[in-house]
């Protein structure tokens, strides 16, 4: 069964450190999405994509955070730096139509100390 | 501005019985609406959407049930059963964008 795989499961950083998350969608996806999702509350939009193209970055915080997708397939996430805050769970999904099934892997687990 | 309000924020339901969630919405222009159910360190997964030209779906023990003009849906469970202990998110999609946009999460628990 296609799965979205994201790496790594786990990431533990020093505050003020950079860190980097990657996310491989569903084979064929053209629609790939960033969320954070804070313990306890449901997942916040971060980014979408559309192939290479950005179509909603919105609530991402520009100032620190970057995403990129250049050929359209895989997906990088980053953070520079980390503040304490930004512990979370980083989730990365896709889907074939926008807004719709959209499927979502295992999640990075961020702990900012 | 909350585009999907989720209640209630926390369910305790018996083995055997109906657990519903309720969602309600404002933005007429949304014309998908998934819920999603979420175990423990896991990314949610999608149980089961319904499109506004329906007012039911089922699927298994899960139904969604559409109400238009209340521009409201829920989420029924029937025979609940302890493996359906997770966290359910509502959503919602359409309009410009399409950007899928969650409510704030059910904690459900179903005592054996």
């Known amino acids: 069964e296609a799965e979205v795989a994201q790496s790594p499961r786990y990431k533990i950083t020093e505050k003020s450190q950079a860190v980097a998350f990657w996310c491989d969608p569903i084979?064929?996806?053209?629609?790939l999405y960033w969320y954070r999702q804070i313990l306890g509350q449901g997942p916040e939009l971060l980014v979408q994509f559309q192939d290479e193209s950005v179509v909603d970055d919105s609530q991402l915080p520009k100032d620190r955070f970057s995403a990129e997708r250049l050929k359209g397939v895989d997906s990088t996430l980053k953070i520079q730096p980390a503040e304490l805050g930004d512990s979370a769970m980083y989730l990365c999904?896709?889907?074939?139509?926008?807004?719709?099934?959209?499927?979502f892997g295992q999640g990075t687990r961020l702990t900012v100390v | 501005q909350q585009q999907v309000k989720q209640s209630p924020q926390s369910l305790i339901v018996q083995k055997g019985g109906i657990s519903i969630i309720n969602c309600a919405y404002e933005?007429?222009?949304?014309?998908?609406f998934p819920w999603y159910q979420q175990f423990p360190g896991k990314g949610p997964a999608l149980l089961i959407a319904i499109r506004p030209d329906v007012s039911e779906k089922k699927e298994g023990r899960f139904t969604i049930s559409f109400n238009k003009s209340a521009k409201q849906f829920s989420l029924h469970i029937m025979d609940s059963q302890p493996g359906d202990s997770a966290t359910y998110f509502c959503?919602?999609?359409?309009?410009?964008?399409?950007?899928?946009?969650f409510g704030k999460g059910t904690l459900l628990t179903v005592n054996p």
């Open positions: 933005n007429t222009a949304f014309d998908y």
């Open positions: 084979s064929g996806h053209a629609t």
């Open positions: 999904a896709s889907s074939s139509i926008p807004g719709t099934e959209a499927f």
């Open positions: 959503a919602v999609s359409g309009g410009s964008n399409y950007k899928l946009t």
